[in-house]
């Protein structure tokens, strides 16, 4: 892929990218990361994999507007339809298509292909560690869905069992589960190094609330009668 290519692709992800939390700069984190791993891995094919990587969120916008579109599909069908309009080869825009339509955590299709490992990869290295927490904070507050949910006496739900929308559901659903989920040897590697800073900042954020709730009910209802 030439420069020229390259910008082509590039300006199409940045008219279509508008989520603060799936930004142009998630898009880039997500592809030098895939740039990464693919070292390790064997024939691979670079220009796919860029491309896959620069346009696999620009469908985000179709998803914000109507919930019941999944940002997967329409990503994967605009990426097509552009590629096509822009000389690449029916196969090679196939290809990225597939890859786009894999990479989704919640989605239901499976990466296959190398290219489309390594994009499911990078993109969940992306929700990991510290940075991936800042990143689930940034959308939830978009969603204006809350850092913790209550019971029904009061106590506050650490996001295990209960589906109540929180940060802490969400960490339980996705973000602590991502560490078993990457196809690659390197994409592991990463992870790992990140790990330990989002569980301590899970089990920090649980502990501080629950202690505020604890000692602040307690004082409340010797004061309220």
């Given amino acids: ?23 142009k700069d998630h898009i880039y984190r997500v592809l030098y ?5 693919a ?20 469908g985000r916008q179709e998803q914000f507007n109507d919930s019941r ?9 605009k990426a097509y339809t552009f590629l096509l309009d822009n000389n690449w080869s029916e196969e090679s825009a196939r290809h990225v298509s597939a890859c786009i339509l894999s990479h ?16 499911f990869d990078s993109d969940k290295l992306d929700a990991t560690g510290t940075l991936g927490i800042a990143r689930t904070l940034l ?4 969603a204006s869905e809350p850092l913790y949910s209550l019971g029904g006496n009061g106590n506050i739900l650490d996001g295990a069992k209960d589906t109540q929308p929180s940060f802490l559901h969400e960490y339980k659903y996705k973000l602590e589960k991502i560490y078993d989920k990457f196809h690659t040897k390197r994409a592991t590697e990463i992870g ?3 790990k330990a800073s989002a569980v301590s900042f899970y089990d920090s954020l649980l502990n501080e609330v629950r202690s505020c709730y604890t000692y602040g ?9």
């Fill in 192 to 194: 790992n190094e990140r």
């Fill in 69 to 77: 579109i999944r940002h997967e599909v329409a990503g994967s069908k």
């Fill in 104 to 119: 989704s955590y919640r989605g239901g299709s499976s990466p296959d292909s190398i290219e489309a490992k390594i994009l």
């Fill in 217 to 225: 009910m307690d004082e409340f209802f010797k004061m309220v009668k």
């Fill in 33 to 37: 990361l895939a740039l990464d791993i």
């Fill in 139 to 142: 959308y939830l507050g978009i």
């Fill in 1 to 23: 892929m030439n420069k020229e290519e390259f910008k082509k692709i590039e300006e199409f992800m940045q008219v279509c990218m508008k989520d603060c939390a799936h930004d």
């Fill in 39 to 58: 070292k390790y891995e064997e024939d691979v094919n670079i220009d796919v994999l860029i491309a896959a990587c620069l346009l696999h969120d620009i």
